[in-house]
């Protein structure tokens, strides 16, 4: 029903860690909601949570300008000095772009883009990073009913960050 507070305090010790990551997720999918051009036309397909690396990947689906349906990765890593994570890119495809830029900063955007497809194919090949079908399901009913927006993360989701001596800014 989208409280995850009472559902935290409810669960059992075993499951506390998989409501916490999917408390993670509704946000991460709110924010993302946001960035489409048609929010209504949000779904969550699949979620991923790298959780040695602390490296997160969405498969959204939403339509673009012209009414298409495209899914598209975001890919998400944590950002120490922002204390939260953060989405790094979102791309479409798995084809590497090479010598089609425009001007330094699109280089330099096509360079992040080709090395956050590289962690995204690793992440998403790694079957135990996968959520649910039963998260994902649980997310797009709350989309649904227009919930997702109210969620906010639990101070216990907080758990799940990396210990502040290592650095994940980085792809």
Not at 12 to 18: A, D, F, P, R
Not at 120 to 146: A, F, H, P, Q
């Amino acid at each position: 029903e989208g409280d995850y507070e009472k559902a935290y305090k409810k669960a059992k010790k075993s499951e506390k860690e998989n409501i916490l990551e999917e408390n993670l997720m509704v946000t991460l999918c709110a924010e993302a909601k946001e960035n489409l051009k048609n929010e209504d036309s949000f779904k969550l397909r699949e979620a991923y949570f790298d959780k040695d690396t602390h490296r997160i990947v969405l498969r959204i689906q939403g339509t673009n300008t012209y009414g298409g349906e495209v899914n598209s990765y975001w890919f998400y890593t944590f950002s120490e000095k922002d204390n939260k994570y953060s989405c790094v890119t979102s791309i479409s495809d798995f084809e590497e772009e090479i010598d089609s830029w425009d001007d330094a900063d699109d280089k330099l955007e096509k360079i992040i883009d080709n090395a956050a497809r590289k962690r995204i194919k690793e992440i998403i090949n790694d079957n135990s990073n996968r959520l649910s079908d039963g998260v994902v399901k649980r997310i797009n009913n709350l989309n649904k009913k227009g919930k997702l927006k109210e969620i906010k993360l639990l101070d216990d989701a907080k758990s799940l960050y990396p210990a502040s001596e290592s650095n994940n800014d980085s792809l």
